[in-house]
């Protein structure tokens, strides 16, 4: 079993950083990534990454300014949000599976209960 707790949601202004982290417990996954949903609008993936060979996997609309990475040593999934936008504006989540591949499809099994992200 694999137990998911985010940190790092604030308020900032549109232009302005913010790093999220995502320790795991339990079971060290293969694939891990981040998903978003705002009101009026379905969840979605945002970034995920394959913890085993590094492949990494962007919404359109955040590549380049968002990086996925994982601190194998310390089990924990990051999100670093640059140039930030008032449409990032959401509830990050972070999720976890144990098989593959890894993508941007919601079908992860495991979820943490996710950290507020508001831009303005």
């Known amino acids: 079993d694999v137990q998911l707790v985010e940190s790092g949601g604030d308020s900032v202004q549109a232009g302005g950083s913010l790093r999220l982290s995502c320790a795991a417990s339990g079971y060290s996954p293969y694939c891990m990534a981040w998903f978003r949903q705002s009101p009026g609008k379905e969840r979605e993936g945002v970034a995920a990454i394959d913890t085993g060979d590094g492949s990494t996997y962007y919404l359109n609309s955040v590549e380049g300014r968002f990086t996925i990475s994982h601190d194998n040593a310390k089990n924990t999934l990051y999100l670093r949000m640059n140039s930030l936008e008032p449409e990032d504006t959401a509830m990050y989540y972070c999720?976890?599976?144990?098989?593959?591949?890894?993508?941007?499809?919601?079908?992860?099994?495991?979820w943490g209960q996710g950290t507020q992200v508001t831009v303005s």
């Open positions: 999720a976890a599976r144990e098989d593959w591949p890894c993508s941007l499809s919601p079908a992860y099994k495991y």
